[in-house]
């Protein structure tokens, strides 16, 4: 069975965002809600329409894809689910109203029709108890994380009666058309995800109540330094909503075993309670643990629920856990170091203690806290970086009760890289971590390589012959050290004659662009000559990987920005994930492109433009002054971005894997060999400076984006 028409009955924050990326994947949709009284009785629907078509936070890829998108509600349009492949509820967190739903459209649905819940709580079993067998052969659950465009997590659960071949098609849709990392879980209270990212979660504000922290020393510790989002926790609260967080918490109290360690961190905190009587519910509502109130970042004193201005902490042991790892907080001195491993102690006793009750290995536990709640490694591959004796030891200490998982572990690890990546069973012994097939995680793969050359930048692999270059500063940063491995690794595969290179990471993102602080070093040392070797040798780099012999693919997820984006615009070919975000942002600081970017921009607006090249340079001037962005690789190419040979995937575990293909099968390839044009001459460049002295006389353009676009114009003109 194929599924190509999708309805979603629910069209708030979740419902919505699973029609958009339903839509995304090019499918029709039917996204319906209860009517609404007034004149628009499809309001409710057309309201969570709306906000995923919402450009500052596109739950979309594009117009098309919003156009797939039909809206109704469940009065007048139930009988069009008649037609449907796959109906996914979304509906609230409440059983009666499911049940009474599911009997409705079990009376509508065709036979064949996947029906699904996006509940994060309720088991299946309670869920379809009143159902009738052949609709529970096709029920399961698919739990989407929010933002369900771009959270990767997916957990799929099958009930004890749900045909196998229902959830493999539910499994190779959600992978391949949703571009999700599916987790199959089984039918336990709050399956993986948020199991322990919420334990994880209100162990962290619990403590910082109990010790006494502001939430600015919390989210310092439990967050960048132990691999974790820089939000943290009170941070996190305030992102999710106060208001929502708390019941899920409180839902999980509800469903949890009564001897399950999140009872003890499940409560209620009286402070919190006032701050959502008194609408301090998180950003949603402007304030929360955070602020900003006149131009000023302000953070709520614990004690006295009053706030007071943020500070700028500067915690040394939180930067050197960031940059050399987890060991270096949790064996700090003081408050900070009894704060980090009271939370983590617990979280990773936690983890351990739900296994063989979740799964029989560590995998689907990191791939969850990875995928659904962006943390670096998960709880398992933690404890191998601390090791497990480390941590068993120091928790007999405590005279903590070791589990049995854990236990086996003693004098080894949960993860074996020798030779291919295994993970320990639980019983005893490893086996090989098996992804679907096509899906080739980079992080997975580096974990039994050896760099061939690294710095604290970068590093470049031998994968199979081909050179694979890894940005890894803070936010993949660019500077000198960069450059100078994706150079090493450019003369090499010349050299070795090796299959060819590709540009990846498994990050968040693939480069924020070129670290600004080295940069702003050279101005303030008045080193004009350094600065000079520095923009030169970055030029002539991205230049080599465009007049490179061999295949040089750039496959690009997140965030793509200025110089990062200079590396990906002289890539062959780019392959990049459905959620790129790139552009040239350096006006946005007052500087120009300074990579090959400006000449990139123009040649490709002449491509677009059939060869006209005064067309061209004014859109070249527009991108280029404005810092345009595209949210998304169907509006990097709108914007002349990504050229027609370029293409993305949906899922990003299969990134690597296409990127590689295409060096197998370089036909797509595409050389930068141009013909030499008349560019756009005096008259143009005049005609840019007049419209950028005129909007700063209208007070559009500061004195200095007048220079800074004077320089743009000459360039491309």
């Not at 008349?678 to 007048?706: C, I, P, Q, S, T």
Request: glycine share 8%.
């Amino acid at each position: 069975m194929k599924i190509k028409k999708v309805a979603v009955i629910g069209a708030g924050t979740m419902g919505a965002g699973i029609a958009g990326q339903a839509a995304n994947a090019g499918c029709d949709v039917l996204l319906l809600d209860l009517p609404s009284d007034g004149q628009d009785v499809n309001a409710l629907a057309q309201k969570g329409l709306d906000r995923i078509s919402n450009p500052a936070d596109p739950g979309i890829i594009s117009a098309a894809a919003g156009a797939r998108i039909t809206v109704g509600n469940i009065r007048d349009d139930f009988n069009k689910l008649a037609d449907c492949d796959w109906i996914a509820e979304a509906i609230l967190e409440r059983l009666d109203l499911k049940k009474n739903l599911y009997k409705k459209l079990d009376a509508v649905c065709k036979s064949d029709a996947i029906i699904s819940s996006n509940t994060s709580t309720i088991p299946i079993k309670l869920l379809v108890e009143d159902m009738p067998l052949a609709f529970r052969k096709r029920f399961a659950i698919t739990h989407f994380f929010n933002p369900v465009r771009f959270m990767p997590l997916l957990e799929l659960v099958a009930g004890e009666d749900t045909d196998p071949a229902v959830m493999a098609v539910l499994h190779e849709f959600c992978d391949k058309e949703l571009g999700k990392g599916v987790v199959p879980c089984r039918d336990t209270p709050g399956f993986l995800g948020n199991r322990v990212g919420c334990y994880a979660i209100q162990t962290a504000l619990h403590t910082a109540f109990e010790m006494g922290l502001s939430p600015q020393e919390a989210d310092a510790i439990f967050g960048r330094p132990m691999g974790i989002p820089k939000t943290g926790v009170f941070g996190l609260y305030d992102l999710i909503g106060i208001d929502l967080m708390s019941d899920v918490a409180t839902s999980l109290v509800s469903i949890l075993p009564d001897g399950d360690a999140f009872h003890a961190v499940g409560a209620k905190l009286p402070l919190m309670e006032n701050m959502i009587a008194n609408g301090q519910r998180g950003r949603k509502s402007g304030a929360g643990f955070y602020r900003i109130k006149d131009g000023e970042k302000q953070v709520i004193n614990l004690e006295t629920g009053t706030y007071e201005p943020a500070k700028n902490l500067n915690i040394p042991v939180a930067n050197k856990a960031e940059k050399e790892g987890i060991i270096h907080v949790l064996e700090a001195d003081g408050h900070y170091g009894d704060y980090a491993w009271s939370v983590m102690s617990r979280v990773l006793l936690y983890a351990a203690s739900l296994v063989p009750e979740v799964g029989d290995n560590p995998v689907a536990v990191d791939d969850a806290m990875k995928m659904g709640y962006n943390w670096i490694k998960g709880p398992f591959e933690l404890i191998d970086e601390i090791t497990p004796d480390y941590l068993i030891g120091r928790l007999e200490s405590e005279l903590c009760v070791i589990p049995d998982y854990l236990k086996q572990a003693a004098g080894s690890s949960f993860y074996d890289t020798e030779s291919s990546l295994k993970a320990r069973e639980y019983g005893g012994g490893f086996a090989d971590v098996v992804r679907p097939d096509g899906t080739l995680r980079f992080n997975d793969r580096r974990k039994t390589l050896t760099p061939v050359n690294a710095n604290s930048e970068a590093s470049w692999y031998n994968v199979d012959d081909v050179a694979l270059v890894e940005f890894h500063s803070k936010a993949n940063a660019l500077g000198a050290g960069s450059m100078s491995i994706l150079e090493d690794a450019l003369e090499t595969v010349a050299s070795k004659k090796m299959r060819g290179l590709v540009v990846h990471n498994d990050a968040q993102h693939f480069s924020c662009g070129v670290n600004l602080n080295a940069v702003r070093a050279f101005f303030e040392a008045e080193d004009w000559d350094g600065l000079d070797a520095f923009l030169n040798h970055f030029q002539q780099t991205c230049h080599k990987m465009a007049v490179a012999e061999f295949p040089v693919i750039a496959a690009p997820v997140g965030l793509s920005l200025g110089g990062g984006f200079e590396v990906v615009l002289h890539a062959k070919q780019v392959i990049c994930h459905a959620n790129s975000n790139m552009g040239l942002v350096e006006s946005g600081v007052g500087v120009i492109p300074a990579g090959g970017g400006c000449k990139e921009t123009l040649y490709r607006w002449i491509d677009k433009k059939n060869g006209d090249v005064t067309a061209a340079a004014w859109e070249a001037f527009y991108a280029l002054g404005y810092g345009k962005t595209a949210s998304s690789p169907v509006h990097a190419r709108d914007l002349a971005m990504l050229r027609d040979n370029d293409r993305y995937v949906n899922n990003r575990d299969r990134l690597f894997s296409e990127a590689m293909a295409a060096i197998a099968d370089p036909t797509e390839q595409r050389d930068f060999s141009r013909d030499p044009i008349a560019m756009a001459g005096r008259d143009e460049f005049a005609k840019m400076v007049k419209w950028a002295e005129d909007m700063h006389a209208k007070g559009k353009l500061f004195a200095h984006d007048v220079f800074v676009s004077t320089e743009i114009a000459r360039i491309v003109t």
